[in-house]
């Protein structure tokens, strides 16, 4: 029996790290493509985030 382990607090901060990134490429006048295909991106956006 595997359960689904859900966290809303780290749902929000998903939500909100891929927000601030969109705002900052946008802003800084970046690649999108390239910015998001980097292997840290991942990381970026899961920072803060609790693990399950």
């Avoid at 966290?7 to 493509?33: D, G, V, Y």
């Amino acid at each position: 029996d595997s359960s689904l382990h859900f966290s809303i607090a780290s749902f929000k901060r998903l939500a909100l790290n891929q927000h601030l990134l969109e705002l900052f490429i946008s802003m800084f006048e970046l690649e999108p493509t390239l910015i998001k295909s980097h292997p840290n991106y991942h990381n970026l956006c899961q920072y803060g985030a609790i693990n399950s």
